[in-house]
């Protein structure tokens, strides 16, 4: 017997490191000291011996079990260290993949243009006010003077939200709505912009995104004409893309504008000499604006023979896009660090 406790003991330690992972080490364990392990087979044959002899196969037991138990435990040290280590490599994430890695984060482009245009008005005296993004169907529409059915409400593709009757409450459509508010929360004079976020059934393209934001502007004043509208967008227009670039107005319509106009720049990629982003026309459509007409002032209490003032609502988007030269609106929606890192601040 002692003979055969000397060849398990002698053959355990290659047993042992042949065992590749834990698994197979824990089926290699239960042979050599497992219940039908081969040293528990040979403990069974114990009590057949003289007492001498089954005290000296005893501790040749003992000693052999305590040896393999050993090179089991440094075995499974080693095999569970080198398993924790592939999980580790396999999950590990590259944080340092892109080179020249910056160590601060920056405004997104759309911020920062909120940002400016804001300073850029309130440097001209405007001040600044925000309205809710879940509006009304009055707020939306019907006190800009498109009353339900009316064929200008074609003009924007909306998304209802499933509150109250149906259609009465929508994501807002345009910036316009926070016109209403302020003329019912503000007696005038007033002179505010609106920047926010609107929401339309429209397809992304290079120029159309079915979210993106707006920044409205409104003048409620004495004796406010055409002429003041046309020599504010103007100034605007240097304040912001500097005095190389200037601005048109062309007739068009809203409902709760008359006269209405569409707000054109040159463009900033030919700078009006023609190229294919402005189909060689020399300018850039950027918004609407006109007079605000007197059904809305009439909506929200004003006395239009006092009270004149004009609106605007340009793509703030658009307006980042044409100061920066990007020619695909998706790509300031698409979270790619590559684009973003153009725009530290
Ligand atoms: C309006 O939304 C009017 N509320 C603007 C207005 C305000 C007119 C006050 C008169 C007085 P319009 O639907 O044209 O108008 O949108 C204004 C601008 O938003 C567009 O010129 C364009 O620059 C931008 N725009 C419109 N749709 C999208 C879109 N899907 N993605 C990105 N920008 C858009």
Redesign the pocket.
Known sequence: MIDDIERIRAAAPAAVEAASSVDELRAVEADLLGRRGSLTELKKGLGALDPDARREVGAALNLARGSIEELVEARRAALEGAERAAVIAAERLDLTERTGHRTRGALHLVTQTWDRLVDVFIGMGFTVAEGPEVETDWYNFEA?NIPAAHPARG??DTLYVDLGDPETVLLR????PV?IRVMTETPPPIYAVMPGR?Y?R?T?DA????V???I???VIDRDISFADMAGTLEAFTSAYFGGSIHSRLRP?Y?P??EP????DINCVFCEGSGCRTCSQTGWL??????M?HPNVLRNVGLDGEEWTG??????????ALMRHGVDD?REMYSGDVRFLEQFPS
């Open positions: 800009l003009m924007w459509t345009h910036t316009s016109q609107v339309r429209d992304a120029t159309h995104m079915p993106f934001h707006q409205e502007g409104l068009s809203f709760f504008t209405s106009a569409e707000y459509e950027l918004g609407g604006c006109g605000v004009f609106a605007f609502g340009f793509g703030l988007d658009r307006l609106i």
